[in-house]
């Protein structure tokens, strides 16, 4: 697993947001996990994958709702089909280590440190080709969440989306403290390490 070198402020304001299920955020806001699993693919270079911004908001998105496989309390199923015409952002995410899961049977070492069932991850690995890239992520949380307009830009199947205007980033807290994220992080780097 390789962690981030560089020690980057928070950048303010932050104009870009990564599309997750909204189930995932919110265990991603109150701590519940500290990692997002990844297939890889356009972004990789020399068989690394390298994600398109360091800095971004957590931006819940309800697609395959109906699909999500995690361990924890779900909203009931949005009813129709009717594309919502806000979203709401909480949380500003920070990658701290970007690391690859080769074998299957390294996926139990993750149970506690995600939200997600066996059978979903397990899904995700053996997609396409097998193996999963694992982000440790840091998590920051805004003192009140704020609510944006979804813009056609942000809509479909895609991971990266703009925000027509950048958010501030003042006042975000840490969603967990520097030990226990530092304890989550030397975890997951020794299941990748293990897994090589």
């Known amino acids: 697993m390789n962690r981030t070198d560089d020690a980057q402020p928070i950048p303010d304001p932050c104009d870009v947001a990564f599309k997750e299920w909204a189930g995932v955020c919110d265990a991603l806001t ?32 309800h697609v395959h709702e109906s699909e999500q496989g995690l361990n924890r309390p779900q909203p009931p199923p949005q009813t129709g089909t009717a594309t919502p015409s806000t ?18 049977s390294t996926l139990d070492a993750l149970v506690g440190l995600h939200v997600w069932k ?15 890239w694992v982000l440790g992520v840091r998590i920051y949380r805004r003192p009140e969440p704020v609510e944006i307009a979804v813009t056609p830009e942000q ?21 967990l403290g520097d030990q226990e994220f530092s304890e989550r992080m030397s975890r997951l780097q020794s299941i990748l390490t293990v897994d090589r």
């Open 30 to 61: 109150a701590g519940e996990q500290a990692l997002i699993l990844r297939k890889g693919g356009i972004a990789e270079e020399r068989g690394e994958f390298v994600p398109d911004h360091r800095w971004f908001w957590l931006y819940p998105t």
């Open 87 to 104: 979203v709401t952002i909480s949380a500003l995410a920070s990658v701290e280590s970007v690391g690859f899961l080769a074998h299957e």
């Open 118 to 132: 066996h059978e979903t991850i397990l899904k995700r690995f053996h997609y396409r080709k097998p193996g999963l």
């Open 155 to 175: 809509l479909g199947c895609k991971t990266w989306v703009p925000l027509e205007t950048a958010l501030g980033t003042q006042g975000l807290l840490p969603v």
